[in-house]
């Protein structure tokens, strides 16, 4: 899109400098014809009709009221004839050609067939049809920018909700895994350690009885509690996933890249950060060392991570010298976004040294829980 400070000329520029150009030379015209006194009234006229359409939106029709005064002067004053091309180029310049009719019927009743007033009027006729025409265009060109920006501002909003909607999702995720978890503790191995308990209570009291009842009591107890440790050794493995995650598939990253050394310092409590930061954190390790094996020559990777009581900062360092790139590519833009949608920021520059990213994400309280 081109800058304002480039836009030198504009239509209303142009507009404005027909009309003083026209005005000049019908006072030149006047000054050099005897300077009858209708003549100035009738300039001072066309001039008081030409500012205010300047500075206020008047409409097409209103240049009849021109075209009759100049009618009107032709009789006291014979240059109102070129003055005509004063409301022709108006009436051109706003696209209805149709409120010329009058002085033209008036034209060829008098029979004004001058090569000069023709080649006049024909000159200001043209000038009004081109600048309505680049009007337009510009009118257009400045429509479609708007809606342009609009429809992007309109899909950033939309990919920052999807984005912010994707870490609620992951949050919610989050906590139905913690209700299922307690719902199975509770319901399983809870009640078979109290059943266990109330079984040993009773074997207790029946033991210094000595009554025989009291062993069936004893098995019954060790069965439940042999029972409880089953339900809680599948809780436990149903809870690890599959696939490697957080600090497992981090450290994972750093040791498949085998292009130069990778050093990975690690700083603080690594089990406060939730599954979803994850989901951006080891994206951004991902895209920073496919970027320093695709862009650059780096010799050494530094890779920190840092977990304090609020926030997690990642920051990942090489030596190398980009080629061909700067800075932000697709890949580092979205991985922004993310950062942006859960309260975040992901900066990514080149210093002097080399290159460097850093990703600063928040962690909310009930994450440090």
Not at 315 to 338: A, C, E, M, T
């Given at each position: 899109?081109?800058?304002?400070?480039?836009?030198?000329?504009?239509?209303?520029?142009?507009?404005?400098?027909?009309?003083?150009?026209?005005?000049?030379?019908?006072?030149?015209?006047?000054?050099?014809?005897?300077?009858?006194?209708?003549?100035?009234?009738?300039?001072?006229?066309?001039?008081?009709?030409?500012?205010?359409?300047?500075?206020?939106?008047?409409?097409?029709?209103?240049?009849?009221?021109?075209?009759?005064?100049?009618?009107?002067?032709?009789?006291?004053?014979?240059?109102?004839?070129?003055?005509?091309?004063?409301?022709?180029?108006?009436?051109?310049?706003?696209?209805?050609?149709?409120?010329?009719?009058?002085?033209?019927?008036?034209?060829?009743?008098?029979?004004?067939?001058?090569?000069?007033?023709?080649?006049?009027?024909?000159?200001?006729?043209?000038?009004?049809?081109?600048?309505?025409?680049?009007?337009?265009?510009?009118?257009?060109?400045?429509?479609?920018?708007?809606?342009?920006?609009?429809?992007?501002?309109?899909?950033?909003?939309?990919?920052?909700?999807?984005?912010?909607?994707?870490?609620?999702?992951?949050?919610?995720?989050?906590?139905?895994?913690?209700?299922?978890?307690?719902?199975?503790?509770?319901?399983?191995?809870?009640?078979?350690?109290?059943?266990?308990?109330?079984?040993?209570?009773?074997?207790?009291?029946?033991?210094?009885?000595?009554?025989?009842?009291?062993?069936?009591?004893?098995?019954?107890?060790?069965?439940?509690?042999s029972e409880s440790s089953r339900h809680l050794r599948e809780t436990?493995?149903?809870?690890?996933?599959?696939?490697?995650?957080?600090?497992?598939?981090?450290?994972?990253?750093?040791?498949?890249?085998?292009?130069?050394?990778?050093?990975?310092?690690?700083?603080?409590?690594?089990?406060?950060?939730?599954?979803?930061?994850?989901?951006?954190?080891?994206?951004?390790?991902?895209?920073s060392l496919t970027n320093v094996f695709r862009h650059s020559e780096?010799?050494?990777?530094?890779?920190?991570?840092?977990?304090?009581e609020s926030i997690v900062r990642l920051f990942i360092f090489n030596?190398?010298?980009?080629?061909?790139?700067?800075?932000?590519?697709?890949?580092?833009?979205?991985?922004?976004?993310?950062?942006?949608?859960?309260?975040?920021?992901?900066?990514?520059?080149?210093?002097?040294?080399?290159?460097?990213?850093?990703?600063?994400?928040?962690?909310?309280?009930?994450?440090?829980?």
């Amino acid at each position: 899109m081109t800058s304002n400070k480039y836009e030198v000329l504009t239509p209303a520029l142009c507009t404005l400098i027909w009309r003083s150009l026209a005005f000049l030379f019908l006072g030149f015209y006047w000054v050099m014809n005897n300077a009858e006194e209708a003549g100035i009234l009738f300039l001072l006229f066309l001039i008081i009709m030409a500012l205010a359409r300047w500075r206020i939106e008047m409409p097409a029709w209103t240049t009849l009221f021109d075209q009759a005064v100049c009618i009107i002067t032709v009789t006291l004053w014979p240059g109102a004839w070129f003055a005509l091309a004063i409301p022709v180029f108006e009436v051109m310049l706003k696209g209805k050609p149709w409120f010329m009719i009058p002085s033209l019927i008036f034209l060829i009743v008098e029979a004004q067939s001058s090569l000069m007033l023709l080649l006049i009027l024909f000159s200001a006729a043209f000038t009004g049809v081109a600048l309505y025409s680049w009007s337009k265009s510009v009118d257009l060109y400045k429509k479609e920018s708007d809606r342009e920006r609009r429809h992007r501002y309109e899909l950033e909003s939309f990919k920052r909700e999807l984005l912010s909607a994707s870490a609620q999702t992951a949050k919610m995720a989050k906590l139905e895994e913690r209700n299922r978890i307690s719902k199975s503790l509770h319901d399983h191995v809870g009640h078979e350690l109290t059943g266990a308990i109330l079984a040993l209570r009773a074997f207790e009291q029946l033991w210094k009885e000595g009554d025989p009842q009291a062993e069936r009591l004893f098995f019954q107890a060790k069965e439940r509690f042999s029972e409880s440790s089953r339900h809680l050794r599948e809780t436990v493995r149903n809870m690890k996933p599959i696939s490697t995650l957080g600090m497992e598939s981090f450290k994972e990253i750093t040791e498949q890249f085998n292009m130069c050394p990778v050093q990975l310092n690690i700083y603080g409590d690594t089990s406060k950060i939730p599954s979803y930061l994850w989901g951006i954190l080891e994206p951004a390790l991902k895209e920073s060392l496919t970027n320093v094996f695709r862009h650059s020559e780096a010799t050494h990777v530094k890779v920190s991570l840092d977990v304090s009581e609020s926030i997690v900062r990642l920051f990942i360092f090489n030596d190398g010298v980009l080629k061909g790139s700067s800075g932000y590519g697709i890949g580092l833009r979205n991985l922004r976004q993310r950062a942006q949608s859960v309260g975040g920021s992901l900066s990514a520059s080149s210093v002097k040294e080399g290159f460097q990213l850093v990703c600063v994400l928040p962690l909310e309280k009930d994450e440090q829980e």
